[in-house]
């Protein structure tokens, strides 16, 4: 037959489009096409095909041999149509018998091919075995790709070394047996190499990331030099729970778009993000052609930590403002659209003048009072709105600092704090289905009534500190993160005096 249709998929964004791959072979003078907006990576598969069927020990049709990528419209990426294209050609050469047109449509093929036949990992492929699952079709992938195939529980895949393999499972000659998924695992136990109780002293700072932890809330800590602001954000992520394994099979997808290998053992541990103050705009957000992921969308349900706020571009910062509010980042270019998730934690750290000791009660601040208003307006206010929690962050007093784990300090661990977050959370997953950072206002109306008492101290606290709309109902998020942390139905006048606390930080309010 001179004409044979196989099943593939490419990826835009994370998600991962269906695609026919048809080839039809004819006389005529020799010649190789592929048609459908294939990219150079794609076009420049015609050698590697030839070199593996020939190689392989079968022959290149001598004619004409047209593939086509379908749908016609849709831009196609990456390096795994190799194996497809090379099927589809023994197929319509009649070179593969017996095989039915049902059992090639039972399966999808990923795969890049040497010029020996050998099928070689490729980038991006756990989105592709997400949807093949979804649509109940087997998958043929590369053998060193099973480990992302393992992942992926309920699917039907197959991982060959070569194109014999797959030509000889298809043909029935010597069957493939499909890669074993890994047992589900609803909570692993994870350990990390630095701890909560290692930071002296800071105990309201300690108290914020608890909450910040417990409601998903973004965090802002403004202080001297040393004081322990990026101790602190490294910390935070010991104190999330684990990831669901479908949040965690998202994060890896991601990742793996991204061609980040993951530690199957540690892969419901979320992500630590520190990108340097040069990053640019795309390095944070994404971009490119075709578009990757940027550190945004590789903090997605982790932790994404911006150390030097100031010293970060304008432009960079205002960047964030959208995926902060929507938890999602959409990036087009002239002739392509992604989209990726980007549901982050965004924590910052800042000095509070350019020397860094304005404020501070031990050292002498040298700056002009141009310069530290010069130095504040690096930061837009509807960026500055966005953040939940504004947290001061004052220099230690010298006995706290010498002070040791046996002395009369109190700290508490890592452990002991999750313990308490991972309570607050599913308080949260029962109520709502989501974190409380990511209520919307109709969803505030509904779980986070106010008293008389309540509502009275609110207006004044408003009043006083100037809050705007979106300011009001970050401080409704977090008073309803302070109530489930004290398993309290009601948002009480503790609750609220301790979230307007988060708010109103000094430093910045004096800069």
Known sequence: MPLAILKTRTN???????????????????????????????????????????????????????????????????????????????????????????????????????????????????????????DKTACIIPHDNQSDAALVDGGEYYAARHLLDVCAHLTARKKMLPVESIPAREQQILTYPVDLSEVKGQYHAKRALEVAAAGGHSLLMVGPPGTGKSMLASRLVTLLPPLYLEQALEVAAIQSVRGIAFNVERWQQRSFRAPHHTSSSIALVGGGSPPKPGEISLAHQGVLFLDELPEFSRKTLDTLREPLETGSISIARAAHHAEYPAE????????????????????????????????????????????????????????????????????????????????????????????????????????????????????????????????????????????????????????????????????????
Not at 45 to 58: E, L, M, Y
Not at 67 to 74: F, R, S, Y
Not at 98 to 103: D, G, H, K, L
Not at 383 to 403: T, Y
């Open 344 to 511: 982050f934690q965004l924590i910052c750290a800042m000095n509070p003048c350019p020397c860094g000791h304005f404020g501070n009660p031990h050292e002498i601040c040298r700056c002009t009072p141009l310069q530290i208003k010069n130095y504040k307006n690096r930061l837009s206010g509807p960026f500055l709105d966005r953040i939940d929690l504004h947290l001061e962050v004052p220099a230690l007093k010298k006995e706290m600092l010498m002070s040791t784990a046996s002395d009369h300090f109190p700290t508490e661990t890592s452990a002991q704090v999750r313990h308490r977050v991972i309570t607050a959370h599913q308080i949260q997953m029962e109520r709502q289905g989501k974190s409380n950072a990511r209520l919307s206002v109709k969803n505030l109306e509904e779980y986070c009534v106010l008293g008389t008492k309540e509502n009275e101290l609110t207006e004044k606290a408003i009043q006083k500190l100037k809050l705007s709309a979106r300011s009001y109902h970050r401080i409704l998020r977090v008073s309803r993160t302070l109530a489930d942390l004290d398993d309290s139905e009601q948002i009480t006048v503790k609750h609220l005096s301790e979230a307007f606390s988060f708010r109103e930080n000094r430093l910045l309010s004096e800069l």
């Open 12 to 134: 835009i964004g994370i998600q991962a489009h269906p695609i026919t791959v048809e080839a039809h072979t004819s006389g005529g003078l020799p010649h190789f096409s592929i048609v459908g907006l294939p990219e150079t990576l794609i076009k420049e598969s015609k050698d590697r095909v030839r070199s593996a069927i020939i190689n392989s020990h079968f022959e290149f049709p001598n004619g004409k041999i047209t593939i086509n990528l379908g749908p016609a419209d849709l831009p196609k990426f990456g390096s795994g149509f190799d194996l497809p294209i090379a099927l589809s050609i023994l197929i319509a050469s009649e070179q593969l018998y017996p095989i039915e047109a049902s059992i090639t449509q039972h399966y999808e093929f990923v795969g890049e091919l040497t010029l020996s036949g050998a099928i070689r990992p490729i980038k991006g492929l756990l989105p592709i075995l997400i949807a093949a699952r979804k």
